[in-house]
């Protein structure tokens, strides 16, 4: 089963808020989910997000894939830095450091 870490979208019309969940990446948008992980609240004025980052880690280190959203929810709660370990802010990828080089 491949699991996926994705918003689950709440509250009223026009009015979105967001429960983080688990959930298998065959399983509708609001249907089946295995855990709840959080909540995204955009509305609220700065946005809030609350992310347990304990089981965020469970699920990124047994293999689940966030969409782009929530890898952002995550980079903001710091749990994505813990799974990936931080970046150094000069790093460059290997392929365009090989590019320049000469490709040797």
Do not use: C
């Amino acid at each position: 089963m491949a699991v996926k870490l994705r918003l689950m979208r709440m509250g009223k019309k026009k009015q979105p808020t967001y429960r983080v969940v688990a959930a298998d990446s065959r399983a509708p948008r609001n249907g089946r989910f295995i855990e709840i992980i959080g909540f995204y609240e955009p509305r609220q004025d700065p946005s809030v997000v609350r992310i347990d980052n304990e089981r965020a880690l469970h699920w990124l280190r047994h293999g689940a894939q966030p969409t782009e959203r929530v890898e952002k929810l995550l980079r903001i709660s710091g749990a994505w830095d813990t799974f990936r370990g931080p970046e150094p802010a000069d790093a460059v990828p290997a392929a365009a450091a090989s590019a320049e080089d000469g490709g040797s």
